[in-house]
Structures are given as C-alpha cells and as structure tokens.
C-alpha cells in the first residue's frame, strides 16, 4: 500500500467509486403564478469527470443553485439530459451529498446522532457504518464534540459536523452550494484548507458552486462560468496549478494569472 493509500484507509471510508456527470442542453424556466417566467437555465452543457473537483461560477441569479437543485433530484429540469454516474436523475438520493450555505444539522440530535442520521432513516446502520463514523469524526476534528449539540457548535465546527453526516453516506459525488459564503474570512481559509485535504484523500467528485473568483481559482481543476441571467455554459477554464493545494498557494503569480483568466471570462 503506497503513502497515500495508507492515509486514506487511516482517514476512514474512502467514498465509492467518484461518480461523473453530463449535462446536456439543459433548461429550466419556474412558472410565475401558472405563467411561465423567465428562464433560469438556457441551455447548460458540462461534463465533470470521476473525481474531478469542478467550480461553477457566475453572477447572481444565473441559474447556479437551480443547476445544484437538478443535480440533487429537488427540483426537475426541463428539457436537457441529467445524467450522474450514467443514471438519469430523478429524485434525491444518497449517492449524491448536497451542503448549503447552512448546514442543516437536526438541533435536538448530538453531533454523533446527525452523523449517523441518514444510515439509521435507511435502515443500513451496522457496525461497519458506526466504525466509518467514529473514524470520520476523527477526520473532520469533531471526536470530543461527538456529544454536543448542534448549538455547542461554533460555526466551522458545524460545517465540519455536516460534512461527516453526508460522507457516511459514501457518496459518489459532492454537491456544494456556496457552503463557506456565510462564515468569516478565517474560518472559510480554515474550511477551504479542510475540503481540499479531504478531497485530496478521497478524491470524490465534487460540484462546488461560489461566486467568488478566489476560492473557484484555489480549490477547482476546472472552473464553469455561467453567462448572465439566463444562465448557460459561458466557458470552461482549466485551472493548471499543482496540486495539492495550500492556501499559501493564493500568494503566487500562477494563482493570480489563473484568478485573471477567470475574471476575463466573467466580464466579457
Ligand atoms: N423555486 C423557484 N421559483 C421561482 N423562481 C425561482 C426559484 N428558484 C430560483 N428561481 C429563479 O431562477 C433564477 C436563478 O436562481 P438561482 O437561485 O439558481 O441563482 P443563483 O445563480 O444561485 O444566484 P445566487 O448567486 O444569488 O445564489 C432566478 O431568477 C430566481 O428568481
Ligand atoms: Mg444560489
């Protein structure tokens, strides 16, 4: 076993197989009182390979959070082809784990409880599962809060508690939706420094949406940018820096070139 599949058997369950997605012509108009509105997705074309860790980014409004939804199963597109591990998207499932902004932890169950939520709701909590837990609370830094409740949580610790709680669930792929937006500048380093440490280990596919050019050019292989309001697929930029990644890497000038090159594609 070489290093780093040491480290990934240490760091506790690695998730299945990454999963890829295609997304065909996708499109998506929400009716406005039984009318048709606007659309919010004209036509969205990607591809996110097994293991990829891809970014969307774009304004306000252009469809990133739908495009999530659709991912997930909660909201239908309407035309357009959603495929996630080759299998059309129908509905929610645990081989997808969505984080929002919030992480929606239950309050009247402990850390460990939260964690194990979903195996328990599935009928699929064995032992296996509850050693998988233990050791992701090690992970994710949260084995002496493992008692807690959600509100003896600071803000990173409830991200990290939310994190576990969808990785038990050995999804295939990640669904993020701009899940540091609402913490403080050194907590998101520190959750940004956490996330690409976990994605180092486990390499499972993630789709991380963020509007900010920083965090898209630091933690993506790739970045899509949505176009304006109704979005569709504007560009895909090969973000080249080495990896792994560190913060530290936001210093140099391959960063700040790759920061340029997203910006280009936003404002044109
Ligand atoms: N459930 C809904 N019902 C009606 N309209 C919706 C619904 N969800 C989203 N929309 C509309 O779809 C468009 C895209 O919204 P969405 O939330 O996907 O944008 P976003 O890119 O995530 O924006 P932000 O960066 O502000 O989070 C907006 O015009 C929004 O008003
Ligand atoms: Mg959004």
């Not at 499109?27 to 997705?41: D, E, M, Y």
């Not at 597109?77 to 929610?92: C, F, I, N």
């Not at 930029?237 to 997203?262: C, G, H, Q, S, W």
Request: net charge neutral.
């Amino acid at each position: 076993m070489s290093t780093t599949e040491t480290e990934a058997a240490a760091a506790g369950p690695a998730a299945d197989e990454p999963t890829g997605v295609r997304l065909r012509d996708v499109r998506k108009t929400f009716s406005r009182r039984r009318r048709p509105g606007r659309p919010a997705l004209d036509g969205v074309t990607l591809d996110v390979r097994p293991g990829e860790f891809l970014c969307l980014l774009g304004p306000s409004g252009c469809g990133k959070s739908t495009l999530l939804n659709i991912l997930a199963g909660f909201t239908a597109a309407d035309s357009g082809e959603v495929l996630v591990g080759g299998r059309p998207v129908t509905g929610p499932g645990h081989d997808r784990g969505v984080l929002f902004q919030t992480p929606n932890l239950f309050p009247w169950l402990t850390t460990w409880q939260n964690v194990l939520y979903g195996p328990k709701a599935r009928g699929a909590l064995t032992p296996r599962v509850r050693e998988e837990a233990e050791r992701l609370l090690e992970t994710v830094g949260l084995a002496d809060a493992r008692d807690a409740y959600p509100h003896e949580l600071s803000g990173g610790m409830r991200h990290r508690a939310a994190f576990a709680r969808v990785l038990v669930n050995r999804p295939g792929v990640l669904l993020m939706d701009e899940p540091f937006g609402a913490l403080d500048a050194i907590t998101r380093a520190a959750m940004q420094r956490f996330l690409l440490e976990l994605w180092q280990r486990h390499r499972t596919t993630i789709v991380f949406v963020t509007h900010d050019v920083e965090e898209a050019a630091l933690l993506g292989d790739r970045v899509c940018v949505l176009s304006a309001p109704p979005g569709g697929t504007k560009d895909v930029i090969d973000i080249e820096l080495p990896r792994p990644r560190a913060y530290e890497d936001t210093e140099t000038l391959a960063f700040v070139n790759a920061k340029r090159r997203i910006r280009e594609v936003l404002e044109r």
